[in-house]
């Protein structure tokens, strides 16, 4: 069975770093697009950054562009988010996810296959 898990979630002070890790396991995600949402309290879910399957391009949203960085390990089926310079409006969920669609679409919330369930993150003023 497929599946994605997050780590690395925690309180963090404002203009700490920290950095995310989505294992997926069940089955070989080298052929997905794999990106990262996260949803703040009282807020719909929204994109955050996704990464191609070969790694050659990247998304990521205007609010985090600049701060945060997505890559991933093909060979250890894994996807990491770098945060840097976090901010309290950084505080939400963030989930791991995974597309056979192209990255752009990705980015614009369509077609996702698989979720993970989440790691929060709380930026503390």
């Known amino acids: 069975q497929a599946q994605l898990v997050e780590s690395g979630g925690r309180l963090v002070q404002t203009g700490g770093s920290l950095r995310l890790s989505c294992a997926a396991s069940?089955?070989?995600?080298?052929?997905?697009?794999m990106g990262w949402f996260r949803q703040a309290p009282g807020k719909e879910r929204e994109f955050v950054a996704v990464?191609?399957?070969?790694?050659?391009?990247?998304y990521y949203a205007d609010s985090v562009k600049g701060r945060f960085t997505i890559s991933r390990d093909n060979a250890k089926n894994t996807v990491d988010l770098q945060m840097n310079s976090l901010k309290p409006e950084d505080t939400a969920v963030y989930y791991c996810?995974?597309?056979?669609?192209?990255?752009?679409?990705?980015?614009?919330?369509?077609?996702?296959?698989?979720w993970g369930k989440g790691t929060l993150v709380t930026v503390s003023s």
């Open positions: 996810t995974a597309s056979t669609a192209q990255p752009i679409w990705v980015s614009r919330g369509a077609n996702m296959d698989y």
């Open positions: 990464i191609s399957w070969i790694g050659a391009i990247t």
């Open positions: 069940g089955r070989t995600f080298s052929t997905y697009a």
